[in-house]
């Protein structure tokens, strides 16, 4: 028997699916950019089980990637093609497992889906703010394991700042368990912080303690055409100041990024017909049934108007043109894979310097790109933007993108770390980005994780070649 | 020669402070629980003297002990009594390295005074929340490796959420450093996370970018009697409803508490005539200068008022009143020195457990203390209680206190315990706090906290005997 039957022998046959097109589901990545193999998806029912797992795949030597929704953007949950990894997935893991309105939390399984989370808060007239285009079908555990960023980050945080509190099997086999949700717990390391955005390489994540909010009693939705790329950053500083740092969201939109999605998709319906290169969708949102929103947004689109820093704008009169413009923002990536798919570049860079990034990048693609489309959006509230290529119209995109990406795509790295941005603002690294980070990355950060990897992990079995990379640098 | 001597021979001569007096000032701890000794205290100017001094005590197997504005009320920054251990200091490392006002970010030395850094902000006309009693005096380093909380974390959270980067010296010498302000960066392990509240033991935070925030352009200052503790924690969800999320800090004060400051100090005023077991500072802030939250307020206020929440209260009506609030709030702690010292817990649980911790607790001190007072307040918004017993009046305190912390303590924290809430909420481990995390807290965090502690400083040269303590659990 080899390692991984061995493993496979000793568990209940319950959770052992060995049936292929299920396992298929999870061989392949999202965007379909990695293919692997796996004998068996295990499908545990409780904590005890993944630990049984864990321990003996530890005991074998047989390496385990988890898998949530599989929605992820770097193969950070595909098994590699060895046919000897196997996958293990918590999606019989989704029990709600305690909603403490009062302390404003709730505690779930990590197979929960992220909709789920939302629909659990929102029974108790509470709010879940972590919000992602996947929600359907992304698992918290994964959200956690890569911690995810979204569209509420600018004012909620991203997932590390929602978690309280974890529930993990590590390598060993041990449960490290801080589920009890406090707000404020200075008793040594914040070894759960460790875990968040580990991308499971250091256990498997199996519960979580999250924070709640309250819902909004009042929200504007607004879609904005501003005039140049330098008034996107300084309109947010605006917006917060009315608003009283009541934005939730505000998501950029280039031109282009919407004439791809009009032109593929002629039944969605423009908000605004003046013609921009830049737009922008923000929300803001507020608990309060006394101080309603209105009366700040009505001075912030004043001021931007009479400083022509907003070119046009409409404000959402119904939850239904609200839900048009979320649409259509949801929809720009699809736009993308109508027109040919994209080199996506998913950076950060101060707030400050986002202007400037999108003016050198555009100029950047544009030299060397030769009739390159260009598809821009994205988180910029959090200084995040999703910077993305395209084959000129007609050309042959497969062949026109890798090309992207051996010549462009590394002179876009290049500025963004010439701004001391990083490489990857909310997708993680898994293995699409190793070669990036040996680029780009902090060599000291790189064997510092390698150590902590293999104090926690000596028998490699938890991901192996994901985040860490396989080798481990010797700087010492 | 001795190992340290033999440091302190290769060092500049200008970095070495042997003056006794100097000296002295950090070889007690601020609440004077602790004494220790040290032959020195350097005071390097630069990351790079940093850098040689850890290098030099790794070569010679000398513990460095790190200090800040010695305000800790853990002992975590008090040698032991060996003197052999050297004392360093950032206070020099003083400067603001930036403002990057349209990033809301700014990056400082470790050694900048917490009060230095609020100046800054505000002279960019942005703010940086993080507020304490001793800001006067404690530093930023400090602050970050206690992970310290204050009093306005209800809205802006506690130290490990405003830091977006941090500049590291490691027990081997090398630097890690990230300063960078970004919002997102998933590039791997989030290694500054484990740095944050790891006081001094597995490198010195040299650097640090924080974020700021709009100032208030209307803030509300109210001091309110309510009439039962089941009434406190609704409150304050009624008032984060009414102003939006917008409240700034939620400070309980019990009435015992009011009552030792006024005792002790006759020239300070009641806010409020009414008599009452409970007291709430509450503070709220906007920077919208068109949302005014008067309203919110005087709905608040109402509501609170007709549903026989709220007893009485005033809003301040002046920036002196509202420092008037403030400044008996500031004065507990003085209050209870001023009637013979107390035993304090600082103690979190779930907010929606806070009344009934308050409540259980109370009647335990009353059923096991003969007598003694309690003094009770804190930032309860964060389920964070400062939980004081004080010697009955006119008894002797040292030997009453020594009693009570031998037989009274432990009964609280049994039922911190049964709670699930910690015995640290914002003050750290330290070297106080050691003997509670055997008891109390989690073998297996301990186990794998000195794993890491081992891999990162295997001479156990940065502040040996804190935080993860002096022996190394075996589990595996």
Same mark, same amino acid.
């Given at each position: 028997m080899t390692p991984y039957e061995q493993v496979l022998a000793e568990l !209940? @046959? *319950? $959770? #052992? #699916?060995?049936?292929k097109d299920i396992i298929n589901g999870y061989t392949t990545d999202f965007r379909k950019k990695y293919t692997g193999e796996s004998p068996a998806l295990l499908r545990p029912r409780s904590t005890e089980e993944v630990t049984s797992i864990v321990k003996l795949c530890t005991l074998h030597s047989v390496a385990l990637v988890p898998v949530g929704g599989n929605t992820g953007y770097c193969g950070g949950a595909t098994p590699d093609v060895s046919g000897q990894q196997l996958l293990i997935s918590l999606q019989r893991m989704n029990k709600i497992r305690e909603v403490d309105a009062d302390n404003l939390s709730i505690t779930v399984d990590a197979g929960c889906i992220l909709a789920e989370i939302h629909e659990a808060a929102e029974q108790e007239n509470l709010m879940f703010p972590l919000s992602l285009g996947s929600q359907q079908s992304c698992q918290i555990g994964g959200n956690i394991s890569t911690n995810a960023g979204g569209v509420s980050a600018v004012r909620y945080g991203i997932t590390r700042d929602l978690v309280l509190g974890l529930e993990v099997v590590l390598p060993d086999g041990q449960v490290l368990s /801080?589920? %009890?949700?406090? =707000?404020?717990?200075? =008793? +040594?390391? @914040?070894l759960h912080q460790l875990l968040i955005g580990a991308e499971g390489s250091l256990g498997i994540v199996t519960g979580a303690s999250l924070r709640l909010f309250l819902p909004a009693a009042s929200r504007v939705t607004a879609f904005l055409a501003i005039? *140049? $790329? %330098?008034?996107l950053m300084p309109l947010l500083a605006k917006a917060q100041r009315y608003t009283g740092e009541a934005v939730t969201s505000f998501e950029y939109i280039s031109g282009a990024s919407l004439d791809l999605l009009f032109a593929s998709k002629p039944e969605l319906r423009r908000p605004i017909q003046t013609p921009s290169e830049h737009f922008v969708l923000i929300e803001a949102a507020s608990s %309060? !049934? #006394?101080? +309603?929103?209105d009366q700040a947004i009505e001075a912030f689109f004043e001021d931007g108007m009479s400083g022509e820093t907003i070119v046009d704008g409409v404000i959402a009169t119904s939850e239904q043109q609200r839900q048009d413009f979320w649409n259509l923002r949801e929809h720009i990536p699809e736009g993308e894979v109508l027109n040919g798919g994209s080199v996506k570049h998913d950076v950060s860079v101060r707030i400050s310097d986002m202007a400037r990034f999108i003016e050198l990048g555009s100029d950047l693609v544009h030299r060397y790109g030769q009739g390159a489309r260009l598809s821009v959006y994205g988180h910029v509230g959090d +200084? /995040? #933007?999703?910077?993305n290529v395209l084959a000129p119209e007609g050309a042959e995109s497969p062949a026109y993108l890798d090309e992207v990406s051996a010549k462009v795509s590394p002179c876009i790295y290049d500025l963004v770390a010439k701004l001391d941005g990083s490489f990857s603002a909310e997708y993680g690294l898994g293995q699409d980005k190793l070669p990036l980070d040996q680029i780009y990355g902090d060599p000291l950060k790189r064997h510092l994780m390698g150590k902590i990897k293999d104090v926690l992990d000596p028998n490699k079995v938890m991901n192996p070649g994901k985040v860490v990379g396989s080798q481990i640098c010797d700087l010492s």
């Open positions: !209940p @046959a *319950e $959770i #052992v #699916v060995n049936d /801080n589920l %009890s949700p406090l =707000r404020k717990d200075n =008793r +040594g390391y @914040a005039n *140049e $790329i %330098s008034d %309060s !049934p #006394v101080l +309603g929103l +200084g /995040n #933007v999703h910077f």
